[in-house]
């Protein structure tokens, strides 16, 4: 290969190259010079090896977000050049607009500099070294089906250690309480649901340290109860279950061992390593067992905080009250928050003007994990944002300004999750070794059916880890689990709930339903070796909920419709499901205004359609389809 060549492969002036060469001591002459194979490989080898160390020393400092102005004054070009670099990667921006960390730094990359974050003011504070460690009480939240009895359980113990040492009883409610008791405190989170814990980890807040799976003993685990369970595993949370309403005159916790068992959580008492303990919410039956065992597992956790830095907290939940404006309910993790603190929540910042404990006294100071409910904040943060104290108001305001800017890049960019296609590329280029799955299915036989098919592929380069996997329509519950864990979501003869469908949009979490299971399986399986190839994708375009159904003599069956969301289209694609299960897929053969016929009706009209299926009933929901061409992306 001629060192010309050479030059131009390498994206290097063929002068500049020969000098380098020269200076590595290859024996080259001029561009016409050849090497052969082996010494190219080499060359290019060393060369890339010199570019890249000469860009990692030449480091450049700057705050994200960066203007492509202020990167092109850092890099020394004209912001116009950047300008081209970036239209070059389809990014049309305006010069003062910002830009995210990850295209800053390839731009300044392709100009040799090593872009690097200043450490901000807010990370200079989030990392103060730590003090002495001192003991801290657990944070417990409870999960589980509706009705199993989660507030319940959490009120008996307010009620039985909180109140009895009150005259007045519980003066007020916030999203978390603490009970000390003679062995030690417990924090308890008062906002049961697996949703809510996620949401919460997905603003990066696992503030639960142990989670209880609380389990009815008359009806045993629910489609809910797995869902918790699998989202405390996913957190990898330790999980205590409660099982509760032992009380009730069916109550049957031996099937409910039984059936825990079953999705991994063998009891203690069956020669599993899960902790179980019988409990009734109604008498008070093994809640002092359930207390003494939390704190067991605390101890062992070895739970503990620095009390002497700044402080740092996380949402619990936050309300606007009419009378004192923005209340968010914090639970310091770490250090003394105190009246008089500037601090920064989210998007907001202010001085702490008041704090309030659970059970609505005010307070001056308060330490890990105990809740209060603070009045300080200009607006109303979500549950999840981090609060930390700040040395001043000047610096809450840099702060509060910087996280805003950082919330519109947020809002254009949306953060990249794990796409099937690129899967093998990852795998390659990231080392990825795993791909996490959350499987859907209509019942319970195929979706084992299809949970175990999709573990059996082999791959030696990446396991197939499929991280919760339940019966019916795809919920928001599910989106958010795999936005937490860079999951993809797989579902099979299932609907989508619409709430989850937009989300899995907004998150850019890959979700796809299948109706054929060799498809699924072949899908995973392309994607495992690197060669999904193009398939057509069905895209929800509209769903009818059939109200009646009628006869006409010419187009036989019609079903008198609602358009509930999106529109549908004459001749596109669709699925008849009654309850989550598809009994029909076909086409829109025809679509009806008051007896004309239409090629597409949009949401809130009401209709007539006809499938071509006779046995259409009032209530079931039908689901149109465009189809879409997924084109292979190899490589
Ligand atoms: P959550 O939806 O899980 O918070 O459940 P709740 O705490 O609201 O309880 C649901 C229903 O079960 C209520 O009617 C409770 O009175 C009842 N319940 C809760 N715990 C027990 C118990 O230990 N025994 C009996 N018999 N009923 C209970």
Avoid at 196 to 205: D, E, I
Wanted: glycine share 8%; aromatic share 4%; net charge neutral.
């Amino acid at each position: 290969m001629r060192i010309h060549e050479l030059a131009k492969k390498l994206g290097v002036d063929s002068k500049e190259l020969i000098k380098k060469l020269k200076k590595l001591n290859f024996d080259v002459k001029n561009h016409m010079s050849s090497v052969d194979e082996d010494t190219a490989e080499i060359i290019m080898h060393e060369i890339k090896t010199l570019k890249h160390q000469e860009i990692e020393s030449n480091v450049i400092e700057v705050n994200f977000p960066v203007t492509v102005k202020d990167l092109a004054i850092k890099l020394g070009k004209k912001p116009s050049e950047l300008l081209v670099d970036l239209m070059k990667e389809r990014k049309l921006v305006t010069i003062n607009q910002n830009l995210d960390e990850a295209t800053a730094i390839g731009i300044a990359y392709k100009y040799k500099v090593n872009l690097c974050k200043k450490l901000s003011e807010e990370d200079a504070i989030l990392k103060v070294k730590a003090n002495a460690l001192k003991e801290r009480a657990p944070v417990v939240t409870l999960m589980g089906h509706i009705d199993h009895g989660k507030t319940s359980i959490l009120d008996y113990i307010r009620n039985s250690k909180i109140t009895e040492k009150e005259t007045g009883g519980i003066t007020q409610h916030i999203g978390a309480y603490q009970v000390v008791l003679d062995k030690g405190k417990i924090t308890f989170l008062d906002t049961p649901g697996h949703e809510t814990f996620t949401a919460m980890r997905a603003r990066g807040a696992t503030i639960t340290d142990i989670v209880i799976i609380v389990v009815a003993a008359d009806e045993g685990i629910k489609p809910q109860t797995v869902e918790a369970i699998d989202h405390a595993k996913a957190a990898g949370v330790p999980i205590i279950v409660a099982i509760n309403k032992i009380d009730a005159p069916n109550a049957n916790p031996d099937m409910v061992k039984q059936q825990l068992s079953k999705v991994d959580l063998v009891p203690e008492d069956w020669g599993g390593k899960t902790i179980t303990v019988l409990v009734s919410a109604k008498t008070g039956k093994g809640i002092d067992s359930l207390l003494e065992l939390i704190l067991l597992q605390a101890h062992i956790m070895e739970l503990k905080a620095d009390y002497d830095r700044a402080a740092v907290g996380v949402v619990v939940e936050a309300r606007l009250s009419k009378g004192k404006g923005p209340l968010a309910t914090i639970l310091v993790r770490e250090g003394k928050l105190r009246v008089g603190d500037w601090c920064v929540c989210g998007i907001y910042r202010g001085k702490i003007r008041a704090m309030y404990d659970d059970r609505g006294e005010l307070v001056k100071e308060v330490y890990p994990t105990v809740p209060v409910e603070i009045l300080a904040l200009a607006g109303v943060p979500n549950p999840g944002d981090q609060l930390f104290v700040v040395p001043n108001e000047k610096s809450a305001k840099e702060i509060v300004e910087k996280r805003r800017d950082e919330e519109d890049i947020k809002r254009i960019v949306p953060s990249a999750h794990l796409k099937l296609e690129d899967l093998y590329k990852k795998v390659k280029e990231e080392d990825l070794r795993q791909l996490k799955v959350i499987l859907k299915a209509d019942v319970g036989g195929t979706l084992e059916a299809v949970g175990d098919a999709l573990e059996k592929i082999p791959s030696e380069e990446v396991d197939l880890v499929i991280i919760h996997k339940g019966v019916g329509a795809v919920n928001s519950s599910d989106i958010l689990l795999a936005d937490v864990s860079d999951a993809i979501v797989v579902g099979f003869k299932v609907s989508v709930d619409p709430k989850a469908r937009d989300l899995a949009k907004n998150k850019g979490i890959e979700l796809r339903v299948y109706q054929i299971v060799y498809e699924l399986i072949d899908d995973i399986r392309a994607a495992l070796e690197g060669l999904l190839k193009p398939h057509i994708k069905k895209v929800f375009l509209g769903r009818a909920r059939i109200k009646s159904v009628f006869k006409l003599s010419k187009s036989g069956i019609i079903a008198g419709s609602i358009i509930e969301k999106g529109k549908i289209i004459r001749g596109t694609a669709c699925n008849l499901f009654r309850g989550n299960e598809v009994i029909f897929e076909g086409k829109v053969q025809s679509l009806k205004r008051f007896k004309e016929d239409v090629r597409e009706v949009a949401q809130g009209t009401e209709c007539g359609i006809g499938v071509g299926y006779n046995d259409i009933k009032e209530g079931d929901v039908l689901d149109v389809f465009t189809e879409e061409v997924i084109t292979r992306r190899l490589k």
